[in-house]
């Protein structure tokens, strides 16, 4: 499954409208804020249609997933957009990771919780409250936000930098760091971040994770942000990423893959955006000096010419 899909959810009291591009969206929010009503609602529209009083428009089917017998409705699914609430305990399972890795649909999942199994984008996560669009009539509009502000600006002058993991990012960037002075330093994984924010001792830090996967260690990101204005977030796609769009490859066919991934980009194939251009960068690459591996870094990225392409994308993203 791939594109984009407006999903309007509505009745004479109530009216949700958003849209959806990945395989994974979440929602979180506190009680009463209208989550388990949208639930409630596509529900009732795909047991009784019209004579529920709900209407669903969206060029996909909506359907909700619940129950002990997930795994075997999950497996007659194909195409559609899956709604599913945080009571299903399921939901935080490897077994329902690997089930989602595996479908054909999209995700919509309504959680409080950190859902630590599932590689979703910082993009994708949501809250609901009323907007009062239609606060003249009867109609409550509920509208769906991004929690977290953009982090896809690179910090000014930081005087370290932590990059999420070892690979071609981490190279690229320690080459980087070097030239200006710049400490920069590999967490080893995206779970190790915060230990290595342990004794920041007040100095400039930049977070650099790939945006595409970090959604569920997010929150604690942010916070951590929050409480310690010294410490900054970039979050780009990947760094993957951040070289497709640099412009270094000079190829039509990603700048327009660029400007609309969803429609490129298979639920099914790819678990995350970011492996999709992972292998759009290797593919693009293979056979040409400029030959990309994720694990190591091809020198020709550290050339002169090439490296200020990049960076000076980077540069532009402040």
């Known amino acids: 499954m791939k594109g984009k899909y407006k999903v309007i959810v509505k009745n004479n009291r109530l009216h949700y ?5 990945r395989n994974i969206t979440i929602i979180k929010g506190d009680s009463a804020t209208g989550k388990t009503t949208l639930i409630n609602m596509v529900r009732q529209f795909a047991d009784l249609g019209n ?29 559609n957009i899956i709604f599913i609430d945080e009571e299903n305990h399921f939901i935080r399972t490897k077994e329902f990771a690997e089930a989602v890795k595996e479908s054909d649909n999209y995700f919509v ?28 009539t009867k109609r409550v509009y509920q509208e769906i936000y991004k929690i977290y502000p ?17 690979n071609s990012g981490y190279e690229f960037l320690k080459s980087i760091a070097n030239e200006h002075g710049i400490t ?29 996967a970090i959604g569920p260690e997010m929150d604690a990101l942010y916070k951590t942000a929050l409480k310690n204005r010294n410490i900054k977030l970039y979050l780009p796609e990947s760094f993957e990423w951040i070289i497709l769009s640099s412009g270094l490859l000079e190829d039509k066919k990603v700048k327009a893959i660029l400007e609309a991934p969803e429609n490129y980009i298979e639920s099914q194939t790819y678990f995350s955006w970011e492996r999709f251009f992972t292998k759009l960068l290797v593919d693009k690459t293979e056979g040409t ?11 020709a990225y550290l050339h002169e010419k090439n490296k200020r392409i990049i960076w000076n994308r980077l540069e532009n993203l402040r």
Request: hydrophobic share 35%.
């Open 17 to 21: 409208e958003f849209e959806i591009k």
């Open 184 to 212: 920069c330093e590999s967490a080893g994984g995206k779970t190790k971040l915060f230990s290595k924010l342990s004794n920041c001792d007040g100095e400039k830090i930049c977070i650099v994770a790939d945006g595409a």
């Open 150 to 166: 953009a982090s896809n600006t690179f910090v000014d002058k930081p005087e370290k930098i932590i990059v999420e993991d070892t």
């Open 289 to 299: 000096y400029l030959k990309y591996q994720k694990s190591k870094l091809n020198t």
């Open 109 to 136: 999942i309504i959680t409080r919780e950190n859902l630590y199994n599932l590689p979703y984008s910082v993009e994708e996560i949501y809250g609901i409250h009323s907007s009062g669009k239609y606060q003249n």
């Open 51 to 79: 004579s529920s009083g709900i209407d669903v428009v969206c060029d996909a089917p909506c359907r909700v997933l619940e129950g002990s017998m997930w795994k075997i409705l999950l497996q007659n699914m194909v195409g």
